[in-house]
């Protein structure tokens, strides 16, 4: 680690302290991917640290009038990891399996991931415990205005800009932009990211994380040397990122075998039919009961047999228990934190590539940093623009990471850790400490 700094940190550091454990906790599986690197790096303790705290926690209590008049009461979060680099950056969740380890990890994975593409951002991260699946669009509403509401005292355009993330979308961030505009007195676009066209939104910002997925995979086809369209692809997960690499995938003439969202999994060997299956979900809201291909358990599902399998669904879906039975040679991360530390061993004993989320998936918020850099100069750029944009920034992301793992003898993950940490050190150590 070049970085200098005249701070010394207080506490001594012992990295890998940690027992392999705790898959389900997706912070401590998180502190065990910084430990590593900090390991491989000889990390300063006065980064590390920093690294291993977020800047800034708020919990909300979100009061609701719900449709039978009662008022319940949400917990929320948005947790600010790392502002060092620019204003913090990171998605907003609904989700009844929230909690405040699983915002902290998620916002630590955006400072990895800003830091790793180079985007002028920190990490962060934002969630409300709760179903949306048994609320009614009106209860959501409430919910989303209210959130936004009080986290209003950390988020801005200079601050930290929300963006969709599992069960929340454009509509959502519409709402949070009108009530944070309402709280500032002006229309305030740049607020939040993801959002729809007629109100900022940038063009191609709802494919961008399945487009990022498909260029970091064909860049390790070219790098690997095998032919993308000849490799059959399993992707868990049919919401904005799995159902769009299925698409993006599929038009360019590869192989989709498999799909799944939370009620179970699709399997043709001889390669589904997407455009089928989004009008069929168009119809139906769920993928479940489709006719024309095998239908799969949720949990058998990972272990089909293919060559790229896209976990783009949670966090820790690959595990010690499944990691032995995965029969694909890679795995591409769409999903943030979808693999153990204990799975991530077990991957690299057996020769499986694991191209890590803070690069996979990246695509999403590239764009999302497109559309409020289109929003601040109040100037908007053609979707040709922006893909050509998203594909330089990803295959310059994934060059520096791949090359870096051959150079040093490490996986990739350990590779993209390396690159983002040493821009992340270098910003804290030329800034110094304050006071
Ligand atoms: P989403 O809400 O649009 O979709 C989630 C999908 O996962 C749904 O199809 C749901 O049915 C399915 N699912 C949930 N639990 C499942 C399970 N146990 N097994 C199989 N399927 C299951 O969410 P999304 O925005 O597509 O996010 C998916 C993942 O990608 C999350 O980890 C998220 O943090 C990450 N991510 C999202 C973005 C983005 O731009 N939306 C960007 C980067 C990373």
Known sequence: ??????????????????????????????????????????????????????????????PVKMDDGQVKVFEGYRIQHNMDRGPAKGGIRYHPLVCLDEVKALSFWMTM??????????????????????MSKGEIERMTRRYTAEISLII???????????????????????TYSMTVGYSCPGVVTGKPIEVGGSLGRREATGRGVFY??????????????????????????????AKIFSDHGC??????????????PKGLDI???????????????????EHVDVDAFLELPCDILIPAAMENQLTKANAPKIKAKYVIEGANGPTSGEADRIFNERGIIVVPDILANAG????????????????????KEINARLQEIIIGAFTEVFDLAKKEKVDMRLAAFMVGIRRLGKAASIRGMYP
């Not at 180079?118 to 409300?128: M, R, T």
């Open 1 to 62: 680690m070049e970085t200098k700094t005249t701070v010394k940190s207080a506490s001594v550091v012992k990295p890998l302290e940690r027992a392999e454990s705790h898959e389900d906790n997706a912070w401590h599986q998180a502190m065990l991917q910084l430990d590593r690197a900090a390991l491989k790096m000889k990390l300063e303790p006065f980064v590390l640290e920093r690294l291993r705290h977020c800047k800034r926690i708020l919990t909300v209590s979100v």
């Open 156 to 178: 801005g355009p200079e601050k930290d800009i929300p963006a969709p993330d599992v069960n929340t979308n454009e509509q959502i961030m519409a709402w949070m932009m009108d």
């Open 255 to 268: 192989k989709v075998i498999g799909i799944s969202d939370v009620g179970g999994g699709l399997y043709d």
């Open 216 to 245: 970091v995979t064909r860049e390790l086809a070219a790098r690997e040397g095998f032919d993308l369209r000849k490799a059959p692809v399993v992707i868990q997960g049919f919401g904005n990122v799995g159902s769009n690499a």
């Open 275 to 293: 455009s089928d299956i989004f009008h069929y979900r168009e119809k139906n809201e769920t993928i479940a009961g489709y006719a024309k291909a």
């Open 113 to 134: 991931k800003c830091a790793v593409v180079n985007l002028p951002y920190g990490g962060a991260k934002g969630g409300i415990i709760c179903d949306p699946k048994k």
């Open 364 to 383: 999403g918020v590239t764009v999302s940093y497109f559309e409020w850099v289109q929003d601040m100069q109040s100037y908007f750029w053609s979707e």
